[in-house]
């Protein structure tokens, strides 16, 4: 805390002798942050936009200050504004993605995801996104393709086995939709939502003892509400 303390008041005293050094209230800004101070981070980044406004970076922090408020909107303008100064920036657009995603808004999400794997085809986590996000919009074959290129990247990919085997109940291939969902219980044994869908999946097929056995173990795992709410639907 005195390190902090100390520093913070450096940067202070540099900002006295030099208020147009945008460099410095960027620094004090990621101070502030990382002290999850994040109103005061914007209010440090801003003051370095308006003495540097074509600073992609500052853009893009200030941004994902903005989504640690859940101010998602905020932090789709910044990173879109980090984009136009420099449309190479894949972070930027992935981040994006992500906000539109909170704002359950997939298909703007999936046309950034879309720039990302434009400029990194390898991009970590996209293709997961970008079918998750497809499966959203009712793409299943397009969700499908999408995650198992994210499998082929990542094969530990729980979510990916899972979101594909609900991309391929609405192509009402069952039989492909419960290997992948046993897959991914089979990678991650407490994986609640993956028993939740599985056990609502084998209900759908008429196995409703093996189904309310899932939702069983879901409500051990943590998921009590909707088990009891998929209970008084069924019963």
Request: aromatic share 12%; net charge negative; proline share 2%.
């Amino acid at each position: 805390m005195e390190r902090t303390c100390y520093l913070s008041s450096t940067l202070n005293n540099v900002i006295e002798i030099n208020f147009t050094d945008a460099d410095v209230y960027y620094q004090r800004g990621t101070l502030k942050a990382d002290n999850k101070d994040f109103k005061g981070a914007i209010s440090e980044y801003t003051k370095a936009l308006e003495i540097n406004p074509m600073d992609a970076d500052i853009y893009y922090i200030r941004g994902f200050a903005k989504v640690s408020l859940k101010d998602y909107r905020g932090a789709i303008d910044d990173y879109t504004r980090a984009t136009e100064i420099d449309p190479t920036d894949a972070m930027a657009y992935f981040n994006s993605g992500m906000a539109r995603f909170e704002l359950q808004d997939y298909i703007g999400a999936i046309t950034d995801f879309t720039k990302v794997i434009d400029i990194e085809p390898n991009y970590k986590g996209v293709y997961g996104f970008r079918g998750i996000a497809k499966s959203n919009t009712e793409d299943y074959d397009g969700s499908i393709a999408d995650l198992t290129k994210a499998l082929e990247i990542d094969p530990k990919y729980t979510m990916g086995y899972l979101y594909r085997g609900i991309a391929k109940i609405g192509i009402i291939d069952h039989v492909g939709a419960m290997d992948d969902i046993n897959l991914a219980i089979e990678i991650n044994p407490k994986f609640i939502a993956a028993y939740y869908s599985r056990g609502l999946l084998k209900i759908e097929l008429g196995q409703k003892e093996s189904g309310f056995s899932d939702l069983n173990i879901a409500s051990e795992l943590g998921d009590v509400d909707i088990y009891e709410r998929i209970c008084e639907n069924y019963n």
